[in-house]
Nanobody
Framework: VQVLESGGGSVQAGGSLNLSCRYP?????STWFRQAPGKEREGVAF???????VYSDSVKGRFTISKDVPKNTLYLQMNSLKPEDTAMYYC?????????????????WGQGTQVTVSS
């Protein structure tokens, strides 16, 4: 299963970016993770096909996750970006089960897209 992210880039603090992720099949749970240099990968937000969303405390109120179910496409709108948001962002998805922000819940991963926020 090929998962493809796009939309990363460089932006100044306070700016916005919108990430996209496309996967070939309908996936019930779709999630964004990120990994900063020297840090462990962390779950940012997930969305289930029923619309349920969960965000990490570090992005709540600034990031919005959404998905177009018929198009098998996941989005992450990132506003009010901070330098500490700098990381490689990964899309992960799976068919079912329980949606979580834990890496081991997902079998299908993209290669990542870099987000860099300068102060």
């Amino acid at each position: 299963v090929q998962v493809l992210e796009s939309g990363g880039g460089s932006v100044q603090a306070g700016g916005s970016l919108n990430l996209s992720c496309r996967y070939p099949y309908n996936m019930y749970c779709s999630t964004w993770f990120r990994q900063a240099p020297g840090k462990e990968r962390e779950g940012v937000a997930f969305i289930a096909n029923n619309g349920r969303t969960v965000y990490s405390d570090s992005v709540k109120g600034r990031f919005t996750i959404s998905k177009d179910v018929p198009k098998n496409t996941l989005y992450l709108q990132m506003n009010s970006l901070k330098p500490e948001d700098t990381a490689m962002y990964y899309c992960a998805a799976d068919y079912g089960g329980v949606c979580t922000l834990k890496e081991d819940s997902y079998r299908y991963w993209g290669q990542g897209t870099q987000v860099t926020v300068s102060s």
